[in-house]
């Protein structure tokens, strides 16, 4: 059987990742891009007000936290100007979490995996053709104009799954949100941009705080 076909089989269930923050760790790398950015048009940057753009829309969350169109128009030509040499930088750039490989490889055979990111998708694909995990995944889709509830809709499509054979697994609360509007359960990784606390706030169907337990909880699925 080929591998595409292996990805439409209808008894397999989707599960749905948020990349950064739940498989790779990025988390320091973009806080540092954006907050370069954001001096760069004359504003201070938080680490804290970087995690609450991940509330909502982070891309709407950009703009107003700019709050001004030429500033924000700069602070993007920044971004994407310095985006790869800060996701490959020379201290190693981003990484997977080093338990993610092993989980990875472990569930990859048992369900449909798919990416849903605003990040770039060719630096997440390269990361993990380059773990040699790229051929795991059915479908990624990453790209800073989709809104997350289309990236969503385009998985199940692309796979005839209803929301109930559908799971995504997130870092932040704004992704819960979304996946809870469209039907989906969602487990919430404790390991990324957003707390447990905050997390809980959003009551995802789990939470998991290392692999070894999203593993068991995916089990359950």
């Known amino acids: 059987m080929s591998r595409s076909s292996q990805f439409q089989k209808p008894n397999k269930k989707v599960i749905i990742f948020d990349f950064d923050g739940v498989l790779a760790d990025s988390f320091d790398h973009f806080y540092s891009l954006n907050r370069d950015g954001m001096k760069h048009v004359g504003l201070s940057f938080t680490k804290e007000q970087y995690r609450n753009l991940f509330i909502g829309n982070v891309h709407q969350g950009f703009k107003n936290f700019i709050n001004d169109d030429q500033k924000y128009l700069t602070f993007s030509e920044f971004r994407n100007e310095n985006y790869d040499r800060n996701y490959y930088n020379k201290e190693g750039g981003v990484k997977l979490f080093p338990e993610a490989l092993t989980f990875l490889k472990k569930i990859g055979e048992k369900y449909i995996l798919t990416v849903a990111s605003s990040s770039h998708k060719n630096n997440i694909k390269n990361l ?36 109930s054979e559908v799971l995504m697994i997130t870092d932040t609360i704004g992704d819960i949100l979304i996946a809870k509007k469209s039907g989906l359960k969602t487990i919430a990784a404790t390991w990324g941009f957003h707390s447990s606390k905050l997390l809980r706030s959003a009551k995802p169907d789990c939470l998991a705080s290392n692999f070894k337990m999203l593993y068991k909880q995916l089990k359950a699925f």
Do not use: Q, R, S, Y
């Open 128 to 163: 993990l053709e380059k773990n040699k995990v790229l051929d795991i995944f059915g479908l990624i889709i990453a790209n800073t104009t989709t809104t997350k509830a289309g990236m969503l809709n385009e998985i199940m499509k692309k796979f005839n799954a209803k929301p």
